[in-house]
Nanobody, 127 residues
């Protein structure tokens, strides 16, 4: 079993920054791709960013490219999302997720490619 716990969300003005963290426990996630998704009220959960198990390759949704940076510290079993130049449309609950496949390889944007999810952390961006 893997437990994922997000933190770092909050209320910020447009143009501001936040750094989300996702701490994994129960089992190491070092050999799995990891990702961030988000879900706004009334909308489906959408892909934000993903990172290979080694940290060497990342991918981003077009809406956040150039503003968000995903990273991981495998020694700490922790995933991060640095969010800069935040916009009101970034308001959502943000979830981290663990890839289903050992050593992954696809940085998938599909929710069913991830088998463990955190409880989410709220990010609210005011205009």
């Amino acid at each position: 079993q893997v437990q994922l716990v997000e933190s770092g969300g909050g209320l910020v003005q447009a143009g501001g920054s936040l750094r989300l963290s996702c701490a994994a426990s129960g089992r190491t996630v070092n050999r799995y791709d990891m990702a961030w998704f988000r879900q706004a009220p009334g909308k489906e959960r959408e892909f934000v960013a993903a990172i290979r198990w080694s940290g060497g390759t990342t991918s981003y949704a077009d809406s956040v490219k150039g503003r968000f940076t995903i990273s991981r510290d495998n020694a700490k079993n922790t995933l991060y999302l640095q969010m800069n130049s935040l916009k009101p449309e970034d308001t959502a609950v943000y979830y981290c997720a663990k890839g289903r496949t050992l050593y992954g390889g696809t940085n998938s944007r599909k929710t069913d490619e991830y088998d463990y999810w955190g409880q989410g952390t709220q990010v609210t961006v005011s205009s």
